[in-house]
């Protein structure tokens, strides 16, 4: 609020006021009579200088009593013309009406509902309010943020589209190992990705949410762009389980590049040397460059301690081979009502924040490690928002893999 009249420094003058108040945008008046009233009204739309009649439907007439303030919300009729004997007048007209929602129309106030017929004021003063201006402001950002987010998601999915894994190292493309809880969103993450580059909602890995997992093979996907694949392979393994463990062999089989595309996963015996299809000598196109924990992030704080203990091994085995590890954490949207109504509120909300923090701290890795998105799951089409996050991830992965290939050619 700025105040930009007082009666008993400016003057009891119509002229004044006009020339003080005029063309502020809204405001507020506030009246003292000589009973003690305190009383006023807020519009939105300028005060004038002419004889016209302006509709303002936010506009609301108040009184103060005792400190309890009591609001009325109402439709109000304004002549901006002069004052006809004092600008007080004009005041009354301009907050003297009321919408009644039971017949329809705009009824005369009653002037002693607000001063107790008490037209003797020991002082008037109006205040500009800037809100409006801010309101404006937010919105032509708001706008301006749209197409800003646009172009980064562009410029993200370009980066993404144009990488290639670092000359010397002879990989063609990089590999991505997913691992997670059964239904954390191991395979939406993939389908997710996919949709982005295929230019709408595609469900090419098994998903969805029962018992036990939907991956039953270990899938070495590829991400299609127009006619050609990008430089990367998304690798989905078996939902980890309380009951049934993950193989230690199996993981070790993955992160060395022996397990074949679509090897079939027995739960009583890992894959030996003997197994069809076992690839003997892995070259480093075989082998995993960066391994993601796809974490639901409704269940950090009931991760049960058997699943925490096989993603500690899976670490382990990780930091052995110089693998860097990231967390997607998914359903994101569940964690925070603020961020379920606008996703763009991802990375200001509070209740997120605190889900990062803890997923951090459980499983060992930076904050920065952790990379909140939203799987496409019951949409039926693509939405930027969604997009972005996801590429955003997408791209950290891709430079942590690079992060691994310079490891192996600086040894």
């Avoid at 409704?298 to 203990?309: D, E, Q, R, Y």
Wanted: hydrophobic share 35%; charged share 20%; with cysteine.
């Amino acid at each position: 609020l700025k105040r930009i009249y007082k009666a008993t420094i400016d003057g009891l003058s119509a002229d004044v006021f006009h020339k003080k108040c005029d063309n502020k945008g809204a405001t507020v008046t506030i009246c003292w009579n000589t009973d003690g009233c305190v009383f006023g009204g807020y519009t939105a739309i300028d005060w004038k200088s002419t004889n016209t009649i302006v509709q303002d439907t936010s506009a609301f007439i108040f009184t103060l009593s005792e400190g309890n303030t009591q609001k009325k919300t109402n439709e109000m009729f304004r002549s901006n013309g002069c004052f006809n004997q004092q600008y007080i007048d004009e005041i009354h007209q301009t907050y003297g009406y009321e919408y009644d929602y039971d017949y329809g129309h705009h009824q005369h106030l009653d002037p002693a509902t607000v001063c107790n017929n008490n037209f003797n004021y020991d002082e008037v003063e109006v205040y500009q309010l800037f809100l409006h201006h801010l309101v404006s402001k937010l919105r032509r950002l708001q706008r301006e943020s749209y197409w800003i987010d646009q172009l980064q998601t562009a410029t993200i999915k370009k980066t993404v589209e144009d990488y290639k894994p670092i000359q010397g190292a002879e990989v063609d493309q990089c590999r991505i190992l997913m691992v997670g809880c059964v239904g954390a969103g191991k395979s939406s993450y993939f389908n997710t990705i996919n949709s982005v580059f295929r230019g709408h909602v595609t469900s090419q890995a098994a998903a969805g949410s029962a018992e036990h997992s939907f991956t039953t093979k270990f899938r070495s996907y590829q991400i299609r762009n127009g006619s050609q694949y990008l430089k990367v392979r998304l690798c989905d393994t078996r939902g980890l389980e309380e009951s049934q463990g993950v193989d230690p062999e199996d993981i070790t089989a993955m992160l060395d590049g022996h397990m074949p595309n679509k090897y079939s996963f027995n739960p009583f015996a890992a894959i030996t040397p003997e197994t069809p299809g076992y690839i003997k000598t892995p070259s480093l196109n075989d082998k995993i460059h960066c391994l993601a924990f796809i974490i639901d992030g409704t269940s950090v704080n009931v991760m049960n301690a058997s699943i925490l203990t096989q993603f500690k091994m899976i670490q382990k085995l990780a930091n052995q081979r110089g693998i860097p590890q990231v967390i997607i954490l998914t359903k994101v949207d569940e964690i925070s009502q603020e961020v379920k109504e606008n996703l763009s509120n991802l990375f200001y909300s509070r209740d997120v924040a605190k889900v990062v923090d803890k997923v951090s701290q459980l499983i060992g890795l930076p904050r920065g490690h952790v990379l909140p998105v939203k799987n496409y799951e019951k949409e039926t089409e693509l939405n930027e928002t969604v997009d972005r996050y996801a590429l955003l991830s997408l791209q950290q992965m891709l430079r942590f893999a690079d992060d691994c290939l310079c490891d192996v050619l600086d040894d």
